[in-house]
């Protein structure tokens, strides 16, 4: 396929328009540098402006005397899995980057009482913005008005070109084609990895491929096991979030046969009340204190029913949670906020509408590794926002998200101009980019770490896909196994590497995907992409293999349960882990993965 080189060279190339990467280009773009802003959608795209949710929050400092109780609920939370630095350095930053909002076209507003955030301990200050079309028209409306910024939109990054060791330009696909910018740096603020997930609080363009470039471009990627699942509408509205500051209202969580689960595992009637009021205060899953049984007792109905229907996975699969009209009186400002939200926009009457719930992946706290200065293991590689790893542990402060996009988005841009002052711009030919246009269409081979023969196992969905395949013309052959493919990758994540984990699952994923790869490699290959959207599809395929397969192995190396990872086969913490963070990388086409000592706790 013919490549479009683009004549206009850029200073810096940002991927991602959420919070991240429009900081970044605002930044870039006032320190005078020429920025290209690529989007997969619109501008205002990922979980940043994620449209099935009333708010987003921001945690900030209830003043100078609030910092090191701040850094204490940080710490606490993380469970010896953060950079402690980040952490001190987001503390110092963060109400300096809430004030800057507004220049990116971001209108914010401070809740009108103190809240304590998920997993936290201390009442403070909590940020927020709302109305996301307004927001949208501001923000694009910042952005056009900026001469030093380029927008693309609904294009693809697919491969960080490299000269020198160092990044020298980048790849991207859309309607049109494949076209080759060249750059001085790339700053990668493209989100979470939730579309690897079946069910996920995520817009659709969020799927971890920044990490999976980076990956195979030869960056780590660190603490991909802590990943945050939280509870989310199945129905009457799929991916609605949930609010966690309704739970002192439930009154039951049942199956579809009417038994309540939570009561199943808890009967004690004060356990169930004890249960669910630990679980109020935060959104997210955690095995760490008593709440973890309402997450798991969700889950483990889920995959009864998985199991009693095996023909079929039924994606509908969830429990329905009911509540006391009392919550109508609730006279807290964001409860009160959900409930008219959930009325006014989308017809639900939380007291007497039937929702039903199941764990939805909501955001990673592990990804792209990056030193103090937002920097890769690639020269001119940065990354920011929730792309990357290390800022947050085994469990997040709550509003830290967001606030992490602000502060490191800023960061990563101040890096990235200070490196591209010293370098020029680095020529490539046209046969060294058909060579690594190359590379990203194959997927890193099986290693001495695939724990079964995966040919000795067939597998339901090789069956469907060739069901599919008589069903089409034989040139949308390959999109067809491609999507099929990714929707089995989407189940596999999501039974197997969810809130509950076991090695067998774990196991039993890797295998499965590793049998996909031979056959995408082995009879769909990219010699039958003969047009935009198959070559899409087989490039998505081969990201979201390379990408499961490493989250799955960090999740089976770590043999405890810490935070947000939950293994039934070992659910004890165990001190032996805490010496080590989980990285792991792509040597020699194969995966490598490693234990990196956490730094030091001291900071200066």
């Not at 991927?15 to 959608?41: E, M, Y």
């Not at 009637?269 to 309402?294: A, I, V, W």
């Not at 490196?419 to 190359?438: A, G, M, N, R």
Request: charged share 20%; glycine share 6%.
């Amino acid at each position: 396929m013919e490549i479009h080189y683009m004549k206009k060279q850029y200073d810096i190339l940002v991927v991602g328009t959420g919070l991240a990467g429009i900081r970044a280009a605002v930044s870039s773009s006032n320190a005078g540098k020429k920025v290209l802003l690529l989007s997969s959608a619109e501008l205002c795209s990922g979980s940043s402006f994620y449209p099935l949710m009333d708010s987003l929050h921001c945690l900030c400092t209830a003043g100078v005397s609030d910092k090191e109780a701040f850094y204490n609920d940080i710490e606490s939370c993380s469970y010896q899995m953060n950079d402690p630095w980040m952490g001190k350095y987001y503390i110092d930053h963060i109400e300096e980057c809430i004030s800057k909002l507004p220049e990116t076209g971001i209108p914010v507003h401070k809740l009108p009482e103190k809240k304590i955030a998920c997993f936290g301990k201390t009442y403070r200050d909590l940020y927020y913005w709302k109305d996301w079309d307004s927001i949208r028209r501001k923000v694009r409306e910042r952005i056009q008005a900026e001469e030093n910024i380029d927008l693309v939109e609904h294009s693809d990054l697919i491969q960080l070109l490299k000269a020198d060791k160092r990044i020298c330009g980048a790849l991207f696909l859309n309607k049109e084609g494949i076209y080759s910018v060249q750059c001085k740096a790339v700053i990668l603020a493209s989100g979470g990895m939730g579309g690897l997930y079946l069910h996920n609080l995520n817009t659709a363009d969020v799927y971890g491929s920044a990490q999976a470039i980076a990956l195979k471009a030869g960056a780590r990627l660190i603490n991909l096991e802590f990943n945050q699942f939280i509870p989310g509408f199945i129905s009457p509205i799929h991916k609605i979030v949930f609010r966690e500051g309704s739970l002192r209202y439930c009154t039951g969580l049942l199956d579809h046969s009417g038994k309540d689960v939570l009561r199943e595992l808890l009967p004690s009637e004060k356990d169930y009340q004890e249960c669910l009021l630990l679980r109020e205060p935060h959104g997210p899953f955690t095995f760490s204190d008593m709440s973890r049984y309402f997450d798991i007792a969700l889950m483990k109905s889920i995959q009864r029913s998985i199991q009693a229907n095996r023909e079929q996975f039924d994606s509908s699969l969830g429990c329905i949670i009911q509540y006391s009209p009392d919550i109508l009186h609730d006279p807290r400002v964001y409860v009160q906020d959900y409930i008219k939200w959930l009325q006014q926009e989308h017809e639900i009457d939380i007291a007497h509408t039937q929702i039903s719930i199941a764990p939805f992946f909501h955001a990673a706290n592990g990804g792209i590794f990056i030193n103090h200065q937002c920097g890769t293991d690639i020269l001119g590689l940065f990354a920011a926002g929730e792309c990357t790893g290390g800022i947050h542990g085994a469990d997040r402060l709550g509003g830290m998200s967001s606030g992490s996009c602000l502060v490191f988005g800023t960061l990563a841009a101040e890096s990235a101009c200070t490196y591209i002052d010293h370098i020029d711009f680095t020529p490539i030919s046209k046969e060294c980019v058909d060579v690594q246009l190359q590379h990203c269409f194959a997927s890193a081979s099986t290693s001495s770490t695939t724990p079964l023969d995966t040919q000795a196992l067939t597998f339901d969905w090789l069956n469907t896909i060739k069901k599919k395949q008589k069903s089409v013309e034989a040139n949308s052959t390959l999109a067809v196994t491609c999507q099929t493919i990714l929707q089995y990758i989407k189940e596999l994540m999501w039974q197997y590497g969810n809130v509950i984990r076991t090695e067998v699952g774990l196991k039993k994923a890797i295998c499965e995907i590793d049998a996909m790869r031979n056959y995408l490699e082995g009879e769909a290959t990219i010699k039958d992409c003969n047009s935009i959207p198959s070559l899409k599809s087989h490039l998505k395929a081969h990201q979201c293999i390379d990408l499961s397969r490493a989250l799955l192995l960090s999740m089976l190396n770590r043999k405890e349960s810490r935070g947000s990872h939950y293994r039934e086969d070992y659910p004890e913490t165990n001190p032996e882990f805490a010496k080590f963070r989980t990285v792991i990388h792509i040597q020699n086409s194969s995966y490598i993965i490693e234990r990196e000592k956490p730094t030091n706790p001291n900071v200066t």
